[in-house]
């Protein structure tokens, strides 16, 4: 199975300051058709998980524009720009290239 | 727009069977994959499976195998996640969630079933 780490596992971030989470994959995720098949979730407290981005980079719908992700091959990085109070939560990234999907430990965000 | 709704909580005896059930709407069910995930109090996120719903084609967690059997019913757009032999550590919130078969995100989540294994 692909393992997906995180750092750090938890984030306390003034608004209105940026927030950076890092992913890494113990292989690569990069697939023969081109795509990379790396995604982040965000699961607000009391809720399920939302979509954030998916294949890197591209914001899902809905998604605020503060929200943007890079990275390739086995590294990974969801920043925010300007983090909000209902940033808070738990993130995580996820892999599909191969089954099982697996995701990240998860980064609890909190607000100073 | 795009809704799974989940069957409510359940609590069961260890040996026992669970079968958690997700209406989808707003789009067709038969163009999306369903995904089960599920995630214990506290902890982060668990894969257990898919199932093609045009297809009734499924792929288990390894974990899984033999105790799960994802089903659907696409009269009523609904798809099944039955998990057998249940134990304590199987108490845990149980998502349906949709696969986008192009981006293979798992985009669209239902609100959970919390299954509670307990004597």
């Known amino acids: 199975d692909i393992v997906m780490t995180q750092t750090p596992l938890s984030l306390s971030v003034t608004p209105g300051q940026p927030a950076s989470i890092s992913c890494k994959s113990s292989?690569?995720?990069?697939?023969?058709?081109?795509?990379?098949?790396l995604y982040w979730y965000l699961q607000k407290p009391g809720q399920s998980p939302q979509l954030l981005i998916y294949?890197?980079?591209n914001r899902f719908s809905g998604v605020p524009d503060r929200f943007s992700g890079s990275g390739s091959g086995t590294d990974f990085t969801l920043k925010i720009s300007r983090v909000e109070a209902e940033d808070v939560g738990v993130y995580y990234c996820?892999?599909?290239?191969?089954?099982?999907?697996?995701f990240g430990q998860g980064t609890k965000v909190e607000i100073k | 727009q795009v809704q799974l709704v989940q069957s409510g909580a359940e609590v069961k005896k260890p040996g026992a069977s669970v079968k958690v059930s997700c209406k989808a709407s707003?789009?067709?069910?038969?163009?999306?994959?369903i995904n089960w995930v599920r995630q214990a109090t506290g902890q982060g996120l668990e894969w257990m499976g898919w199932?093609?719903?045009?297809?009734?084609?499924?792929g288990y967690a390894q974990k899984f195998q033999g105790r799960v059997t994802m089903t659907r019913n696409t009269s009523i757009s609904t798809a099944y996640m039955e998990l057998s032999s249940l134990r304590s550590e199987d108490t845990a919130v149980y998502y349906c969630?949709?696969?986008?078969?192009?981006?293979?995100?798992?985009?669209?989540w239902g609100q959970g079933t919390l299954v509670t294994v307990s004597s």
């Open positions: 969630a949709r696969g986008d078969g192009y981006s293979l995100a798992v985009d669209y």
């Open positions: 707003g789009y067709t069910f038969t163009s999306y994959d």
């Open positions: 199932m093609n719903p045009n297809s009734g084609n499924t």
């Open positions: 292989q690569s995720l990069l697939h023969s058709d081109g795509k990379t098949y």
């Open positions: 294949e890197v980079s």
């Open positions: 996820m892999q599909s290239i191969q089954l099982p999907r697996t």
